[in-house]
């Protein structure tokens, strides 16, 4: 036999040991203990990290999204509510930049330093109800669910509902299988922590509720302490905004009504159907890239289920989690249904990241210690060939559809135009930007001056500034010629600043060759009162 064919085998029989020894060194490290939190760690800031890049290469041709403009205008004035949400995102936002400059790409580093959070918060969750193998799992079947990553890239209320609605429903498991006042403490402030994020969570503290009342262990917690010191420290700690709720006459209700209230069940019921379409659609990769680690190669498919009892599952727990999740899957369509309520997809960000814990807390469920390497073996060829191309998807994307004003225009280039323009002209900081969220949020972003934004005609103001404020201190209004509600804009305008200089300014952003779309802005320079 030659030498040319025996090394071909010898050196796949080096490999298979090779792999294999990779393959326990991780299944020890995610069981030991001592081990286990450094991995899950490691892992949520290699993820972090990767991602961070990945997205900075994706949205290279783009301004950040509108809704990350508007958090870091928020966290500009520390307040107890935004008009439109509670005041969480907004606080979290002022702090990040506080120590991070105000550049894309840390917007970027936020959205995945929270979902990285999330990750470690979901391993925590998972050690109540699986082994620490399960746990790890889990945690990497989570990374491969989009909102994880690529649909992760803005930092909003939705997306920070990825850190306290898993620290919800941890302290409800630690409240559930302790039982004592000082669980019940922890609930009570996950719980606020959770509605000081956004009032959507009422869906998910519900869930919980229902899950408490229908558990067969419902008396045990019932009778305790646990759930009514929870109520209790709630309430107390949901005071101070409450009272701000109050005293701006509960301006966040009026936008969920104004914006999210339907006349056509028809309309609303093709809405349900896409939220539902669509959260199923995100969900099917996931479960699939999981089905694949735990059966592959096929002979072995049968050795994943097996009958018994199974100690790496607790199943009082386990039932805790399948509640909750089928009671947050279904709830929300069907009371989209029952109201007639506008139903975003985005809604559904927050609600399914247990689905992966339900479907490994199955008993008759199997995990081979293999089927660790293979999910992270996965993630990282995921991971690294998302990076790998993200440069060419990038410029892809503008290439298809270079005429997107809302992805493409080039409102950075408008922000830094008009700061230097006011800054000629009166010798002062930029004080105020008047025009929609869409313009007025990136122009806080990306000015030099950071200028609060003042929203025309809307009744749920940010609080951020006020007319009256804005006619002393000057503003710059700025109508966008795209937008449907330029006829409006421009009669606010005439009515608000008859002294201002009027100006038209054209914007256009380019990027590796492509041309994004030429946006005329007509601008209103109002000058400081004297």
Same mark, same amino acid.
């Not at 050196?11 to 991995?39: D, Q």
């Not at 006459?249 to 056509?264: E, Q």
């Not at 069907?334 to 927050?350: E, N, P, R």
């Not at 914007?507 to 590796?512: A, D, E, G, L, V």
């Given at each position: 036999?030659?030498?040319?064919?025996?090394?071909?085998?010898?050196?796949?029989?080096?490999?298979?040991?090779?792999?294999?020894?990779?393959a326990?060194?991780?299944?020890?490290?995610?069981?030991?203990?001592?081990?286990?939190?450094?991995l899950?760690?490691?892992?949520?800031?290699?993820h972090?990290?990767?991602?961070t890049?990945?997205?900075?290469?994706?949205?290279?041709?783009?301004?950040?999204?509108?809704?990350?403009?508007?958090?870091?205008?928020?966290?500009?004035?520390?307040?107890?509510?935004?008009?439109?949400?509670?005041?969480?995102?907004?606080?979290?936002?002022?702090?990040?930049?506080?120590?991070?400059?105000?550049?894309?790409?840390?917007?970027?580093?936020?959205?995945?330093?929270?979902?990285?959070?999330?990750?470690?918060?979901?391993?925590?969750?998972?050690?109540?109800?699986?082994?620490?193998?399960?746990?790890?799992?889990?945690?990497?079947?989570?990374?491969?669910?989009?909102?994880?990553?690529?649909?992760?890239?803005?930092?909003?209320?939705?997306?920070?509902?990825?850190?306290?609605?898993?620290?919800?429903?941890?302290?409800?498991?630690?409240?559930?299988?302790?039982r004592?006042?000082?669980?019940?403490?922890?609930?009570?402030?996950?719980?606020?922590?959770?509605?000081?994020?956004?009032?959507?969570?009422?869906?998910?503290?519900?869930?919980?509720?229902?899950?408490?009342?229908?558990?067969?262990?419902?008396?045990?917690?019932?009778?305790s302490?646990?759930?009514?010191?929870?109520?209790?420290?709630?309430?107390?700690?949901?005071?101070?905004?409450?009272?701000?709720?109050?005293d701006?006459?509960?301006?966040?209700?009026?936008?969920?009504?104004?914006?999210?209230?339907?006349?056509?069940?028809?309309?609303?019921?093709?809405?349900?159907?896409?939220?539902?379409?669509?959260?199923?659609?995100?969900?099917a990769?996931?479960?699939?890239?999981?089905?694949?680690?735990?059966?592959?190669?096929?002979?072995?498919?049968?050795?994943?289920?097996?009958?018994?009892?199974?100690?790496?599952?607790?199943?009082?727990?386990?039932?805790?989690?399948?509640?909750?999740?089928?009671?947050?899957?279904?709830?929300p369509?069907?009371?989209?249904?029952?109201?007639?309520?506008?139903?975003?997809?985005?809604? /559904?960000?927050?609600?399914?990241?247990?689905?992966?814990?339900?479907?490994?807390?199955?008993?008759?469920?199997?995990?081979?210690?293999?089927?660790?390497?293979?999910?992270?073996?996965?993630?990282?060829?995921?991971?690294?060939?998302?990076?790998?191309?993200?440069?060419r998807?990038?410029?892809?994307?503008?290439?298809?559809?270079?005429?997107?004003?809302?992805?493409?225009?080039?409102?950075?280039?408008?922000?830094?135009?008009?700061?230097?323009?006011?800054?000629?002209?009166?010798?002062?900081?930029?004080?105020?930007?008047? /025009?929609?969220?869409?313009?007025?949020?990136?122009?806080?972003?990306?000015?030099?001056?950071?200028?609060?934004?003042?929203?025309?005609?809307?009744?749920?103001?940010?609080?951020?500034?006020?007319?009256?404020?804005?006619?002393?201190?000057?503003?710059?209004?700025?109508?966008?010629?795209?937008? /449907?509600?330029?006829?409006?804009?421009?009669?606010?305008?005439?009515?608000?600043?008859k002294?201002?200089?009027?100006?038209?300014?054209?914007?256009?952003?380019?990027?590796?060759?492509?041309?994004?779309?030429?946006?005329?802005?007509?601008?209103?320079?109002?000058?400081?009162?004297?």
């Amino acid at each position: 036999m030659s030498t040319a064919s025996i090394l071909p085998t010898a050196s796949r029989a080096r490999r298979r040991p090779s792999l294999r020894r990779l393959a326990a060194w991780l299944a020890e490290r995610a069981r030991n203990p001592e081990t286990s939190l450094w991995l899950v760690i490691s892992f949520a800031v290699c993820h972090a990290v990767l991602w961070t890049f990945i997205l900075i290469n994706l949205k290279a041709a783009q301004d950040v999204h509108m809704d990350v403009a508007e958090a870091f205008a928020w966290g500009q004035k520390f307040q107890f509510g935004y008009g439109k949400h509670p005041p969480l995102s907004g606080w979290i936002a002022g702090l990040w930049f506080k120590f991070f400059p105000v550049r894309d790409w840390a917007t970027y580093a936020l959205a995945m330093t929270t979902l990285g959070t999330g990750l470690v918060i979901s391993w925590f969750i998972a050690l109540r109800v699986v082994d620490r193998r399960r746990a790890f799992f889990v945690v990497v079947t989570l990374a491969l669910y989009p909102i994880f990553n690529f649909k992760g890239f803005k930092y909003n209320p939705d997306l920070l509902q990825l850190v306290t609605l898993p620290l919800l429903v941890l302290a409800y498991l630690d409240a559930f299988e302790k039982r004592s006042w000082r669980s019940g403490i922890w609930l009570g402030l996950a719980g606020a922590l959770a509605l000081m994020t956004k009032y959507w969570v009422l869906t998910m503290i519900g869930a919980i509720g229902l899950a408490a009342l229908m558990h067969p262990d419902r008396l045990k917690f019932l009778r305790s302490p646990a759930p009514w010191v929870a109520i209790a420290t709630l309430v107390v700690a949901m005071i101070p905004h409450l009272i701000w709720l109050k005293d701006v006459d509960f301006v966040p209700l009026t936008y969920a009504g104004d914006v999210y209230g339907l006349s056509s069940r028809a309309q609303s019921a093709q809405l349900v159907l896409g939220y539902v379409g669509h959260n199923l659609a995100l969900l099917a990769l996931p479960i699939v890239l999981g089905a694949l680690a735990l059966a592959w190669p096929p002979r072995w498919l049968f050795r994943v289920w097996s009958g018994g009892d199974n100690p790496g599952v607790n199943r009082s727990q386990a039932l805790n989690i399948w509640m909750i999740q089928i009671i947050v899957a279904i709830g929300p369509p069907l009371g989209g249904l029952a109201f007639s309520v506008y139903m975003k997809t985005d809604w /559904g960000i927050s609600l399914f990241f247990l689905v992966p814990l339900a479907l490994v807390a199955m008993p008759s469920l199997r995990v081979q210690q293999t089927a660790l390497f293979r999910i992270a073996a996965i993630w990282l060829v995921v991971t690294l060939a998302t990076l790998v191309a993200s440069p060419r998807i990038a410029a892809l994307e503008m290439a298809e559809n270079p005429n997107s004003a809302s992805s493409y225009g080039a409102r950075s280039q408008l922000a830094r135009e008009l700061t230097e323009v006011w800054r000629n002209k009166f010798g002062s900081r930029w004080a105020v930007v008047a /025009g929609t969220t869409e313009v007025g949020e990136p122009m806080t972003f990306y000015s030099p001056d950071h200028p609060a934004p003042f929203t025309p005609g809307e009744v749920w103001s940010s609080g951020l500034t006020s007319l009256e404020e804005a006619k002393q201190l000057g503003f710059i209004g700025i109508c966008d010629t795209t937008d /449907g509600r330029l006829p409006t804009c421009e009669a606010w305008m005439e009515a608000n600043a008859k002294d201002a200089e009027k100006l038209v300014m054209t914007t256009q952003r380019f990027f590796q060759g492509h041309p994004g779309p030429a946006i005329d802005w007509k601008i209103y320079i109002a000058p400081p009162a004297k």
